[in-house]
């Protein structure tokens, strides 16, 4: 993590906090853009369209983030609809990359 940010317990006012957000935004779109590759990576080794969407891999990943909140003491339910977002927007992306690829 880089120094340009206190963390939550050491926070001493809302301009600390919000760096901290900031920072922490900037942190998810790397680990977003890093979900993303495996998504064209996964459209580049799958040989068939049809596979792409995997039900039962989505409702495991959604379980495991909820079971990851919850574990964490974060709002479980609200925390699985945002994974079911990322999900289906993964496949969606997926989907497209597949297209893409094989154009």
Not at 19 to 40: K, N, P, S
Not at 62 to 79: G, V
């Amino acid at each position: 993590m880089n120094d340009d940010f206190k963390l939550p317990e050491n926070c001493a006012d809302m301009r600390d906090v919000r760096a901290g957000v900031d920072a922490t935004d900037r942190e998810l779109m790397e680990l977003l853009d890093r979900r993303f590759g495996y998504m064209r990576a996964a459209a580049r080794i799958k040989p068939d369209r049809a596979i792409v969407r995997d039900e039962a891999r989505k409702r495991a990943v959604i379980h495991n983030a909820r079971r990851d909140a919850q574990d964490r003491s974060l709002p479980a339910e609200p925390i699985a609809q945002i994974w079911g977002m990322l999900v289906e927007t993964s496949i969606e992306y997926e989907l497209a990359e597949w297209d893409r690829i094989r154009a």
